[in-house]
């Protein structure tokens, strides 16, 4: 079972989580992420560290920008390359590692068709088994994966769901919602490229 090394001397309950994100996104699983690869998780960390760090962003989240080299907020990123760059599969390795990390919450993942999101869901339950935390997944369809806290003291349930592009949704998500929109278009008239573009939205 992967076991995060989480920095002791880190002061706080929201730094310890995204000590742990960090190192679970980046060296708990299989696959060594490319240079690509590892820029767009890092962005995504960025758009995600208030949502993780939670309550204690509003004392630490300046610390914590220092220490990681960013300069701004955000709660959006885009990421535009050729087919097969593997952005898919980041985007999946986050939703796993925040499902992981952080109990609680609802996710909501979206592609261009129904059999993408399919092999989406396919990915999350396979990331999740490749972290050892197969035993925190309770329940899954051909939409929906859940997986529930093995602390005993903790029953939160988070929920991801996995949606064709044209899905309309209505629920009354917990704490917030992740997109990831997979749009394949003719970008220009230079190429075909994948288009990924990631948003964090705050729902209370």
Partial sequence: MFAPRVDVSISTEGEQRLARFVHLLHNGYKYKLSDFQREFASQCTQALAPIIVGKDWASVGERIMRAHGWTDKRSMMAACTPRRFGKSYVICRVAATLAIVCMGIVQAVFSTGKRASVG?????QQLICEA????LIVKSNQENLWLQSDRDDDNTICQINCYPGSTTIGTAAHRLFVFGFFFRSLLGTFSLDFRDYFHVANVE
Avoid: C, E, T
Wanted: hydrophobic share 35%.
């Fill in 120 to 124: 989406d869901l396919r990915y999350l």
């Fill in 132 to 135: 050892g935390m197969k035993h």
